[in-house]
């Protein structure tokens, strides 16, 4: 979806690299999230934010912090990059002001973030 | 949230319905079943969802058992664009703490042949 952007595409790092992946979305939704996929693997949450001033951890935020640094932009940083990090990252948005009632939670993805720590 | 099951693979001729099965034996009242599907390395894309009844849109159907413990998302005319892994997802819906968390298992790997 060309409404949520990622950059870089592509990344190869070395351990021990601080490295820093944007996500940016013209959707205008208020709730972004970070995952990271390894390969033949579903989805795991690594952050999530439902507004600028609120940030909560997912079920594998450990080695990774972010930033919020608007509604429209939600970073995700490795302090210190290790080589199990190597997976595919994903940002998605959603919006809670769809009116479409509280059980409506369609995310929207982002291209994704290959990234090698060598 | 509820643990979903699903095949890890099916096949499927093209143009022919594709019915993908999920099994949630645990899922609790108050509980969306959702499909999303990830054609390869890409970001994963909404197909459809509902609580209770069954659901249809323009990609695809959505029927839940009256139990509530399986479900199975049909394609109704498969194509080749259709190839890709197909999760289930079974989440509440309405809270504050719980609303936007997706949890993907595996997913079925759905491959459309000629």
């Known amino acids: 979806d060309a409404d949520v952007t990622q950059t870089p595409r592509n990344r190869i790092t070395k351990t021990g690299k601080r490295i820093m992946l944007e996500c940016s979305q013209t959707k205008g939704h208020d709730r972004m999230y970070w995952y990271r996929q390894d390969p033949g693997l579903g989805l795991r949450l690594i952050y999530y934010s439902f507004d600028v001033k609120d940030i909560n951890k997912g079920e594998i935020s450990d080695g990774y912090s972010v930033s919020r640094q608007a509604q429209a932009k939600f970073s995700l940083s490795l302090e210190s990059a290790i080589p199990n990090q190597t997976a595919l990252y994903f940002c998605?948005?959603?919006?809670?002001?769809?009116?479409?009632?509280?059980?409506?939670?369609?995310?929207?993805f982002g291209p994704g973030t290959r990234l090698t720590v060598l | 949230d509820a643990k979903t099951t699903q095949p890890p693979s099916m096949d499927c001729a093209e143009g022919r319905a594709a019915n993908l099965p999920c099994n949630h034996s645990?899922?609790?009242?108050?509980?969306?079943v959702y499909w999303y599907r990830q054609i390869h390395s890409q970001g994963p894309q909404y197909i459809i969802h509902g609580l209770k009844n069954n659901e249809t849109n323009e990609m695809a159907s959505l029927i839940i058992t009256e139990d509530r413990k399986s479900s199975t998302l049909i394609l109704p005319h498969a194509t080749l664009r259709d190839t890709a892994v197909y999760y289930c997802?079974?989440?509440?819906?309405?809270?504050?703490?719980?609303?936007?968390?997706?949890?993907f298992g595996a997913g079925t790997q759905v491959v459309v042949t000629p």
């Open positions: 645990t899922i609790s009242g108050n509980e969306y």
């Open positions: 997802i079974v989440r509440v819906g309405g809270t504050t703490d719980s609303w936007g968390k997706l949890q």
């Open positions: 998605a948005t959603s919006d809670t002001s769809l009116g479409r009632g509280t059980s409506y939670n369609e995310q929207f």
